[in-house]
């Protein structure tokens, strides 16, 4: 998560959007859904920032929906 938000702050969604697959990748295979949605939602914000507005509404939603499903709506939501 610190790599894709640090890309963010400097600018660099590319590499944003590197790390936030990575992230959530990683967080998913380990179990943890509010990590997982937390990597997710870097990486729509990076999906943003690169202006691939499909690609960041459809990670948003995986994020949302993980929320949801997990118990974990309304939890923290990264700050870039």
């Not at 944003?16 to 939602?41: I, K």
């Not at 990076?46 to 118990?71: P, V």
Request: proline share 4%; hydrophobic share 50%.
């Amino acid at each position: 998560l610190g790599l894709a938000a640090l890309a963010l702050a400097r600018g660099d969604p590319a590499e944003a959007v590197s790390a936030g697959r990575q992230a959530a990748a990683e967080f998913g295979a380990m179990g943890t859904p509010l990590f997982q949605a937390e990597a997710l939602t870097l990486l729509s914000k990076a999906y943003t920032a690169m202006g691939d507005a499909a690609a960041a509404q459809t990670t948003s939603a995986e994020a949302a929906a993980l929320r949801i499903t997990s118990g974990t709506a309304g939890e923290f939501s990264s700050q870039p």
